[in-house]
């Protein structure tokens, strides 16, 4: 299975995700993983996480600040696969406040 080590500004936390089911992350107590209101620039419903495998799972991006993969923006509207080993920016970082970043990696 795979892994989120996320980075928010209550400190960091390691989620796995489950294999077979629609994994919703976003500032809205509605998601599966709640992200810190402190981080503004996250949406109620940022990302979808869809058809995970070993290597990687599906991104559907809802929010309005898209996100970025290892440098690459990725706007609302899009999909993408993200790829295990790779860090993913949640939005983009307003007022000062500290990014959210989660990284992909195989569960242990």
């Known amino acids: 299975g795979l892994a989120l080590t996320v980075r928010m500004a209550s400190g960091v936390r390691v989620v796995d995700l489950p294999r077979d089911t629609l994994f919703t992350i976003g500032?809205?107590?509605?998601?599966?993983?709640v992200i810190d209101w402190?981080?503004?620039?996250?949406?109620?419903h940022h990302v979808d996480l869809l058809e995970p495998d070993a290597a990687g799972v599906?991104?559907?991006?809802?929010g309005d600040?898209?996100?970025a993969v290892e440098g690459v923006e990725h706007p609302a509207g899009s999909q993408f696969r993200w790829q295990a080993g790779q860090?993913?920016?949640?939005g983009r970082a307003v007022n000062d406040e500290p990014e959210c970043t989660l990284l992909l990696s195989r569960a242990s």
């Open 58 to 62: 599906r991104v559907v991006v809802h």
């Open 87 to 90: 860090t993913l920016r949640l």
């Open 38 to 44: 402190k981080h503004e620039g996250v949406s109620g």
């Open 27 to 33: 500032r809205s107590r509605a998601q599966k993983l």
């Open 65 to 67: 600040n898209g996100v």
